[in-house]
């Protein structure tokens, strides 16, 4: 299996934001997302690059990073992501 595509990440990264009143901790945004996509495997979720980061982890991360750059998601804090405009995304 293969885990989704980018834009099936974008989404669901902003939906739970937004369930989540907008902002979260980093910790919080993996297993909540990774409910969207019940194709995924418990073993999938936990593969590692080696012995480093969790695959699921990392993809998640870059999907956040390409949302950063559109201006739609920012780092408020060490660990935590905030979405920048929540009218209308829903």
Not at 31 to 59: C, D, M, S, Y
Not at 62 to 84: A, E, P, T
Request: aromatic letters at 8%; a positive charge.
């Amino acid at each position: 299996m293969s885990f989704p595509k980018r834009g099936e990440i974008e989404v669901s990264i902003l939906i739970e934001l937004d369930a989540m009143g907008g902002e979260a901790k980093t910790d919080d945004i993996y297993p909540r997302v990774a409910k969207h996509f019940p194709q995924i495997t418990a073993e999938e979720l936990t593969q590692r690059f080696g012995i480093g980061e969790k695959k699921w982890t990392n993809l998640v991360r870059w999907v956040k990073l390409g949302l950063s750059q559109n201006g739609d998601v920012v780092s408020s804090s060490k660990g935590v992501w905030r979405m920048l405009t929540r009218t209308g995304f829903l």
